[in-house]
């Protein structure tokens, strides 16, 4: 079992940055690939970016390339998403979830969920 608790959404300005963290507390988040989410109103549930277990490896949606970045620090139980050059299309609540089966863009392959954090960028 894991609990997954993410902070750092707010309102911010297109153009600025953020970063979101995902602390984990239970099972040692090192078990699990991670990745992050976004829901926008009205709109279903997307993923954004993903990561291995050593952080080696990473993963994101075209539209966020080159301005978000995930990563994790194992021995803080943390995941990360840096997001620079905000859009107002960015805007949604965002969600760090636990991947516990094949399926890195899937949402059923990941089954430990937090309960999202909104993020809101004014044009």
């Known amino acids: 079992q894991v609990q997954l608790v993410e902070s750092g959404g707010g309102l911010v300005q297109a153009g600025d940055s953020l970063r979101l963290s995902c602390a984990a507390s239970g099972r040692t988040l090192s078990t699990y690939p991670m990745g992050w989410f976004r829901q926008a109103p009205g709109k279903e549930r997307e993923f954004v970016a993903a990561?291995?277990?050593?952080?080696?490896?990473?993963y994101y949606l075209d539209s966020v390339k080159g301005r978000f970045t995930i990563s994790r620090d194992n021995a803080k139980n943390t995941v990360y998403l840096q997001m620079n050059s905000l859009k107002p299309e960015d805007t949604a609540v965002y969600y760090c979830?636990?991947?516990?089966?094949?399926?890195?863009?899937?949402?059923?392959?990941?089954?430990?969920w937090g309960q999202g954090t909104q993020v809101t960028v004014s044009s």
């Open positions: 990561i291995s277990r050593s952080g080696g490896t990473t």
């Open positions: 979830a636990a991947r516990d089966s094949v399926g890195i863009y899937e949402l059923k392959s990941y089954r430990y």
